[in-house]
T-cell receptor, first 116, second 113 residues
Framework: SAVISQKPSRDICQRGTSLTIQCQVDSQVTMMFWYRQQPGQSLTLIATANQGSEATYESGFVIDKFPISRPNLTFSTLTVSNMSPEDSSIYLC?????????????FGPGTRLTVL | DAKTTQPNSMESNEEEPVHLPCNHSTISGTDYIHWYRQLPSQGPEYVIH???SNVNNRMASLAIAEDRKSSTLILHRATLRDAAVYYC??????????????FGGGTRLMVKP
């Protein structure tokens, strides 16, 4: 099973600044996903990132606000730009790994972001 | 993907069985039923999945209704470590790789010692 690490694990940031979250996977994966979990809420998909192509964003999320990089098959970054208190959430990286008959999703521990 | 309905919360006593229900009346023939859980301060983790037949693994059992419009996740002996939010998710097998999970509200399971 894929093991995922995220950096930083948590951060407190000032309004108007940007934060880049790193996601590292211990195996090569094609698909990586970024989710947001607002306080007390369920997970919402932000975007899907394939290596070598532009990320695909879900409705309500735009590249200017959440630029994503995917330089290789084991790494991705999500930047939260021009932050406001409404961006305070847990951001989770996820990958899909399968054996041909079933694809399981694995999740990182999350990055807890607080914007003041 | 079709929608699921779960109770917001449930309570259980330690070492007793827990039955977590999920309704999915609009499920399509190619939808798999997945269960993930999210322990406090962690990302979600896979629990079990099934299509038509009941399934067992080391973590839990999944009982699927004959008409597939509902399912039940069964934890045979709840422990304090099972306290988590349990998500029942439908995902279309036909779409294949990259068909990411769409999370609903889930059921918050509280386990009393």
């Amino acid at each position: 099973s894929a093991v995922i690490s995220q950096k930083p694990s948590r951060d407190i940031c000032q309004r108007g600044t940007s934060l880049t979250i790193q996601c590292q996977v211990d195996s090569q994966v094609t698909m990586m996903f970024w989710y947001r979990q607002q306080p007390g809420q369920s997970l919402t998909l932000i975007a899907t990132a394939n290596q070598g192509s532009e990320a695909t964003y879900e409705s309500g999320f735009v590249i200017d606000k959440f630029p994503i990089s995917r330089p290789n098959l084991t790494f991705s970054t999500l930047t939260v730009s021009n932050m406001s208190p409404e961006d305070s959430s847990i951001y989770l990286c996820s990958v899909e790994e399968g054996n041909g008959s079933y694809n399981e999703q694995f999740f990182g521990p999350g990055t807890r972001l607080t914007v003041l | 993907d079709a929608k699921t309905t779960q109770p917001n919360s449930m309570e259980s006593n330690e070492e007793e069985p827990v039955h977590l229900p999920c309704n999915h009346s609009t499920i399509s023939g190619t939808d798999y039923i997945h269960w993930y859980r999210q322990l406090p301060s962690q990302g979600p983790e896979y629990v079990i999945h099934g299509l038509t037949s009941n399934v067992n693994n080391r973590m839990a059992s999944l009982a699927i209704a004959e008409d597939r419009k509902s399912s039940t996740l069964i934890l045979h002996r709840a422990t304090l470590r099972d306290a988590a939010v349990y998500y029942c998710i439908l995902r279309d097998a036909v779409l294949g790789a990259g068909n990411m999970l769409t999370f609903g509200g889930g059921t918050r399971l509280m386990v009393k010692p």
